[in-house]
C-alpha cells in the first residue's frame, strides 16, 4: 500500500475498466455459448441457473437501500428494483427472464422452484446478497460496476444467439434488449457514486478489490456450470446420479 498514490477519477475509472479483462464473457463456457458450441442442456442449464441470479438482484439493490441514508441516491436507486420486478404483475426483468426460460423449453415453474440451481452457484449468489446487506452502502452499490461490461455481453447474445440457436424462440430475448439501454444508464450512476466516494488511496483499492468479488462471484457460477453441464460431473456425481443437493432457501 506504502507504494500507491491516489489515483485521478480519470484513472480510477480506467483501473475499474481494466477489470473488464476478467468479465465473464472470457469464461470458457460462455465462449461455448457465444459460439454456438453449447448443447441444449447447457443453454438450459445456464437460463435456470442464471435465473437465481436475477431473481435475487432486487433483494440485493433492496438491501444497498435499506443501508442507504440518502434519499437522492434511494430515489434513482429504486429504479433498479422496479426494472427487475417491474410496475406491475407480468412485468420486468425476472418476468423477461421467464420467458426466455420457456424460449429455451424450461417451464416458468421449473426456474421458480429453484430446483436447477446448482450449490456453487447458490452459494456465490448468497455470498452477493450478504454482502450487499452487511457492506458500507456505497461499497455494496459499487459492487454492481460489473455493469460497466454487461452491454457487451447482452449485444453478444443478442448477435450470436439467433444464429447458432434458432430452436431458441425469438420472444426469449427480451430482458438482453431491455438491459442494453437499462446497464448503461445504471454504470452512469454508480460510477459516479465511485469517483465521488473513493477519495483515498485505501478506498480506491479496496473499491477495485471488491469489483474483483462480483467478478469471482459471476465466474464462480460459470465453473459450477461447467462442472455439471459440460464435464458431466454435477456436485455428488460420484455416489449418485440423483440430484440430491439442498433446492430450497434454508435461513
Known amino acids: 500500500m506504502s507504494n500507491q498514490t491516489l489515483m485521478t477519477p480519470q484513472q480510477f475509472e480506467q483501473a475499474l475498466r481494466a477489470k473488464g479483462a476478467f468479465y465473464h464473457i472470457h469464461h470458457p463456457y460462455h465462449k461455448a455459448m457465444h459460439n454456438g458450441e453449447a448443447t441444449r442442456e ?56 421467464l420467458r426466455l426460460g420457456e424460449a429455451v423449453g424450461l417451464d416458468a415453474e421449473v426456474l421458480q422452484s429453484e430446483r436447477m440451481v446448482l450449490p456453487g452457484v447458490r452459494f456465490a449468489v448468497d455470498a452477493y446478497v450478504n454482502f450487499a446487506r452487511r457492506a458500507v452502502w456505497q ?75 462480483k467478478l469471482d462471484i459471476l465466474w464462480t457460477m460459470l465453473d459450477a456450470m461447467t462442472m455439471a453441464y459440460s464435464l458431466q460431473r454435477p456436485p455428488y456425481h460420484t455416489v449418485t446420479d440423483s440430484a440430491v443437493w439442498h433446492q430450497g432457501k434454508l435461513l
Open 42 to 97: 447447457q443453454i438450459q442449464g445456464w437460463v435456470a441457473n442464471r435465473f437465481y441470479y436475477q431473481s435475487r438482484i432486487p433483494l440485493k439493490d433492496a438491501a444497498i437501500m435499506a443501508n442507504c441514508p440518502d434519499p437522492a441516491t434511494r430515489r434513482k436507486w429504486v429504479q433498479r428494483i422496479l426494472d427487475h420486478d417491474g410496475p406491475a404483475d407480468g412485468e420486468g426483468g425476472i418476468e423477461a427472464w
Open 139 to 213: 461499497e455494496a452499490a459499487c459492487s454492481s460496476l460489473t455493469e460497466l461490461f454487461a452491454p457487451e455481453i447482452h449485444q453478444s447474445r443478442l448477435d450470436s444467439w439467433p444464429q447458432h440457436y434458432p430452436w431458441i424462440e425469438e420472444a426469449g430475448y427480451g430482458y438482453f434488449r431491455s438491459r442494453l439501454s437499462q446497464a448503461r444508464r445504471d454504470v452512469e450512476h454508480g460510477l459516479a457514486l465511485a469517483l465521488k466516494y473513493c477519495n483515498t488511496v485505501e478506498k480506491q483499492q479496496r473499491m477495485l478489490e471488491i469489483l474483483q468479488f
